[in-house]
Nanobody, 118 residues
Framework: VQLQAYGGGLVQGGGSMRLSCAASGSVFSLNVMGWYRQAPEKQRELVAGITSGGITNYADSVKGRFTISRDNTKNTAYLQMNSLKPEDTAIYYC?????????????WGQGTLVTVSS
């Protein structure tokens, strides 16, 4: 499975940005797609995740500001980020976890930098 992330760049504080992540290859129907981020000198953390059935979860720090969605026909997940803050600055990584016949497989995208200016 390959993950290609789109979006990222520089945005002013309070602004919005949308990230996209397209999965290709052997994408199974049962999976969880998500976005993680890693700020300088910090550990990678989960931002948001969404199951193939549409169940979502968010980090407390982004609840009410970020929305994750997906289009299963395109194997693509989206992260709409609103009211961005400088502390949202990080490299954002797309992730997919797949389950089939009891086997769990996880894949990562290459990361895209989001910089929020104050």
């Amino acid at each position: 499975v390959q993950l290609q992330a789109y979006g990222g760049g520089l945005v002013q504080g309070g602004g919005s940005m949308r990230l996209s992540c397209a999965a290709s290859g052997s994408v199974f129907s049962l999976n969880v797609m998500g976005w993680y981020r890693q700020a300088p000198e910090k550990q990678r953390e989960l931002v948001a995740g969404i199951t193939s059935g549409g169940i979502t979860n968010y980090a407390d720090s982004v609840k009410g500001r970020f929305t994750i969605s997906r289009d299963n026909t395109k194997n693509t997940a989206y992260l709409q980020m609103n009211s961005l803050k400088p502390e949202d600055t990080a490299i954002y990584y797309c992730n997919i976890v797949q389950y089939r016949l009891g086997v769990r497989r996880e894949y990562w995208g290459q990361g895209t930098l989001v910089t929020v200016s104050s």
